[in-house]
């Protein structure tokens, strides 16, 4: 990095919020003024500032100087001192009243000031209020330049130092000596790693309870991002030893405290092997599982349906014969007040849902429809006639209190509620999700059992399913015109163990087989399909339409290295451009949102398109289907490119053509349901791009590997 020092000349513009600034600076070593982007809680014209950064050229502004780190401190000159009292930051001190104190006191002001404040009242027109204000208002710029400088000794960037100064003020410095962990558990950006280095140079020991309580926290939390609820304790045990560099013993001592204090952490046993969890997690599917046996107990809150009388009405409405599982499901589902609907592609679910839907609608039932993410939402809305919403937006968010404002005391208000895409729901959301339903109303679920569960922790689907306490519909049977789709009948033969069929070369077909030798060569056959070859064939517009599907994030098929490779290809040239956090950012560029963010309403997984960069604002405007939603700069740490994203992520969204690379580098990830799912996600098209013995692997390898979760057995013993 280079290192550019001098005085601030003037503040051109300077966000209270972000911290982003806009300097121009009389810099060591140069003639001209230097303008300077970074961060800064507070800065000033005549503080003196040195950045290590880097040089840049904008395409509108020029040469500038790009600041990761920004110090800045007090002037010494007279001059200097004279315009940083009148810049405004020194609350009581206008141009005028700079020049007297300066007047009185040259350049031994900030000395006045802290060791003989009672001298101000010497200058004409200020007495003892503005005295105090002048005071307090040096001591909290000393304090903010304390903190900045504390975090920067301490490896961290400006951008995430003014984030750590916006999240608790003045009181970030006593935040970090008493908890430096809180900072992994309150800030994005900022992970348990960082946190750690701060407290070992703070000076806490290696074996010290609180670093091994945080510890033991941060690997069942990893664990979760798993998808786990709990963990066996001797895989806790090793995971978090591994974590802190220190003996498995400490750690189980450790454990053994947090137990007694029974804040954070609660033993239990899976499958009779003893377990910790997560104490919210574990109260959630506990109080799940009661919710959901009360409810499969109950009757629906309509008069029974003769579905003798109601079958031949619905066929003649929707003009479909319903098969005899469909009408067996539509049966089961209008005389239960909690039942799931599951089955593949192309086995009827959502006609079979829409007559269901029908009919209750006929009688008068009030139906809510909901689905995980608005992707998933929007086909709902779209395959019923009826609207859809998130479970988010259903359950209303409270961005304040970043909670629900539906709950037990404030329920739905429906008959009936419809959730789709259910394997896609974890157990936070589940268990939100079923306190806000009233007591009165009837639940139905929709999904894909064999589909991969939650990115959240938890399978609530699968282990509803599993433990036999709740009515089922499972339709099999593809119709007719599905099994014309090579998508269809393939990814019912990958579900079976069985490996998929590419079509006669040259065939027409919505289903191909790549074939490749080695990554490094495959990586340029798969750009050169997504650019190129299938928008040719098949008349689809690359940065649209195609969305790359890979079991992983690292590695050659990785989605970060494809996300450079494809960016670089589908928008080479873009009229501006900003790059944060390791991704550069462009109009045009395909982008994700990885975390849950409600002040924005937008979530985990959430597809959009950057619709613009305003380089003077310091932010980039993301569209989320027709939403424009705004992000500063310094807050891109949650927003990836995805033109290529990982299997996982795209559950719940379809895509016109999806191309699936499978390299025997990812065999860890490899797995029959992560195949499977990855095959559901494309309408039109699916390529897959692999070396034979990586889709082998997929096919044989059964499923993605266990979760450790509680529900199954909970529901077994209601």
Not at 603 to 611: I, M, Y
Request: glycine share 8%; proline share 5%; with cysteine.
């Amino acid at each position: 990095m280079d290192v550019l020092a001098g005085s601030v000349e003037r503040v051109t513009f300077h966000s209270a919020e972000t911290g982003f600034c806009v300097l121009k600076v009389h810099a060591r070593g140069k003639r001209d003024l230097v303008p300077v982007v970074g961060h800064a809680p507070a800065i000033a014209a005549g503080e003196w500032m040195t950045a290590s950064g880097r040089w840049t050229t904008d395409r509108e502004h020029g040469l500038q100087f790009r600041a990761e780190t920004l110090q800045v401190t007090p002037p010494t000159g007279i001059e200097g001192i004279e315009r940083y009292l009148a810049s405004g930051q020194m609350r009581g001190i206008g141009p005028m009243m700079a020049k007297r104190i300066v007047a009185a006191f040259g350049e031994a002001v900030f000395e006045i000031i802290e060791a003989e404040p009672s001298r101000l009242t010497e200058v004409e027109g200020i007495g003892k209020t503005r005295a105090a204000r002048i005071v307090k208002g040096w001591a909290e710029q000393k304090a903010v330049r304390e903190i900045m400088i504390f975090l920067h000794a301490h490896g961290v960037g400006t951008a995430r130092a003014t984030r750590i100064f916006r999240t608790y003020g003045h009181d970030a410095l006593k935040v970090m000596a008493e908890d430096p962990y809180r900072l992994a558990r309150d800030i994005s950006g900022i992970g348990f790693r960082t946190a750690d280095a701060i407290a070992i140079r703070l000076g806490l020991a290696r074996e010290a309870p609180q670093r091994l309580a945080a510890g033991i926290s941060y690997a069942l939390q990893k664990a979760m991002d798993e998808g786990h609820c709990g963990l066996p304790v001797e895989a806790l045990v090793r995971s978090a030893a591994e974590l802190l560099d220190v003996g498995p013993d400490l750690v189980r001592c450790a454990a053994a405290l947090a137990l007694r204090e029974g804040r954070e952490v609660v033993a239990d046993t899976l499958a009779g092997e003893p377990c910790l969890f997560l104490k919210g997690l574990h109260g959630a599917e506990r109080a799940m599982a009661a919710r959901l046996l009360d409810r499969a107990a109950g009757s629906p809150p309509w008069p029974s349906i003769d579905l003798a009388l109601a079958r031949p009405w619905v066929e003649a409405k929707t003009g479909k014969a319903l098969s005899a599982s469909q009408a067996e499901a539509v049966g089961l589902a209008l005389s239960k007040k909690l039942c799931v609907l599951t089955g593949g592609p192309g086995v009827g679910k959502t006609s079979t849902l829409d007559a269901i839907l029908r009919i209750l609608t006929a009688k008068g039932v009030r139906v809510l429809l909901a689905a995980p993410t608005g992707r998933a939402a929007k086909r709902m809305a779209e395959q019923t006639g009826l609207e859809a919403r998130t479970i988010h937006r259903l359950l209303e968010i409270d961005p304040r209190h970043g909670g629900f404002q539906r709950y037990e005391a404030n329920p739905l208000d429906a008959d009936l509620v419809v959730i789709d895409e259910t394997s896609m729901v974890d157990v936070p959301l589940m268990h939100a999700l079923l306190k806000a339903v009233p007591e009165r109303a009837a639940l139905i679920l929709v999904g894909d059992v064999d589909q991969l569960p939650s990115v959240g922790p938890g399978q609530v689907l699968a282990d509803v399913i599993a433990s036999g306490r709740v009515p089922v519909a499972r339709l099999t049977e593809i119709f007719r015109q599905a099994a014309e789709s090579r998508i269809v009948t393939n990814a019912h033969r990958v579900n079976t163990g069985r490996l998929p069929e590419a079509p006669a070369r040259g065939a027409d077909s919505d289903f191909h087989i790549v074939t490749i030798d080695e990554p490094e060569a495959g990586l340029d056959t798969l750009v050169e399909l997504v650019a190129r070859r299938i928008p040719r064939r098949f008349g689809l517009d690359p940065a649209r339409d195609i969305q790359v599907l890979t079991p992983m994030i690292r590695g050659t098929m990785g989605s970060r290295n494809l996300n450079h490779r494809l960016q670089a290809v589908l928008n080479p040239d873009p009229p501006a451009l900003v790059e944060r956090f390791g991704w550069r950012f462009a109009p045009g560029d395909r982008v994700m949102e990885t975390r849950n963010d409600y002040d924005r309403d937008v979530f985990n997984g959430d597809l959009g398109t950057v619709a613009a960069l305003d380089l003077a604002e310091e932010a980039l405007s993301v569209d989320f289907d027709g939403r424009l939603v705004v992000y500063p700069f310094a807050e891109l740490d949650t927003l990836v490119p995805a033109f290529a994203t990982t299997i996982h992520k795209a559950q719940g969204s379809e895509y016109p053509a999806v191309v699936i690379p499978l390299v025997t580098q990812a065999r860890t990830m490899l797995a029959r349901n992560l195949l499977y799912t990855g095959l559901t996600r494309g309408r039109r098209l699916v390529v897959l791009v692999g070396q034979p013995r990586a889709i082998r692997m997929a096919v044989q390898a059964g499923s993605v590997r266990r979760r450790w979760t509680k529900l199954r057995e909970w529901l077994e013993a209601g």
